[in-house]
């Protein structure tokens, strides 16, 4: 069974700082992994979606890569700001139907 | 629609009481998911449809859980005889329907069962 872990499960760094999480999973045959945002209360933002025959994906200040080898994948996010304070969710598919595996998510706050 | 819709957003009930939570995805999205987030955790998979279509429903966690798309579009999830431990947030997602699409979620219906 495919196992998603996220670490740290909390993060906390000063505005300007560069924001590294890490996902892993344990089965490489995924056929896409998706980054989210989830603020409190509400549902789960996109942020990055990466196809199995990608390395990387990037949109503004953010960049994810993937390496299925290994099972892993990582989300910088650059010169973070107060408004990137949220819980980042990273999830697999592995199924031919797209049901995702999720990770429990890593809490980040930046500080001002 | 815009994006992917959910009502009610909040709904509390006593424990015994049925409730439904009403999923309406993107229109002309072939895909349906429904997920369960306890608090502090990842959303974990509960069903999905394929147009009407109910072709998994391995993650629903005992047979007081119903789900249905009866016209391929609105999803409906209903949950019966509700116990405290269903407290959790329900997410619906839809996507076009290949495993590598992207999949848009709604904002969640809260559930808090007294």
């Known amino acids: 069974k495919q196992e998603v872990t996220q670490i740290p499960a909390a993060l906390s760094v000063p505005e300007g700082e560069n924001l590294v999480l890490n996902c892993s999973f344990t089965?490489?045959?995924?056929?896409?992994l998706q980054w989210f945002r989830q603020d409190p209360g509400k549902g789960l933002t996109s942020l990055l979606l990466?196809?199995?025959?990608?390395r990387e994906q990037t949109s503004g200040r953010l960049n994810a890569s993937l390496d299925k080898s290994s099972g892993r994948s990582t989300l910088y996010i650059a010169a973070s700001q107060p408004g990137d304070s949220a819980t980042y969710l990273c999830?697999?598919?592995?199924?031919?139907?797209?049901?995702?595996?999720f990770g429990a998510g890593t809490q980040v706050v930046v500080t001002p | 629609g815009a994006g992917v819709s959910q009502s009610p957003r909040y709904k509390v009930a006593k424990r015994g009481q049925d409730v439904a939570l009403r999923c309406d995805p993107i229109?002309?999205?072939?895909?349906l998911f429904w997920y369960q987030q306890a608090l502090g955790q990842g959303p974990e998979f509960l069903t999905y449809?394929?147009?009407?279509?109910?072709?998994?429903k391995s993650g629903l966690p005992s047979d007081r859980f119903f789900a249905e798309r009866p016209e391929g579009s609105v999803s409906t999830l209903k949950i019966q005889r509700t116990q405290q431990e269903d407290s959790a947030v329900y997410l619906c997602?839809?996507?076009?329907?290949?495993?590598?699409?992207?999949?848009?979620f709604g904002p969640g219906t809260r559930l808090t069962v007294l």
């Open positions: 997602a839809s996507s076009r329907g290949l495993a590598g699409d992207e999949q848009f």
């Open positions: 089965d490489s045959a995924i056929y896409n």
């Open positions: 990466i196809q199995s025959s990608q």
């Open positions: 999830a697999v598919v592995t199924d031919s139907w797209g049901k995702f595996q």
């Open positions: 229109s002309g999205h072939v895909s």
């Open positions: 449809f394929q147009n009407e279509a109910q072709l998994d």
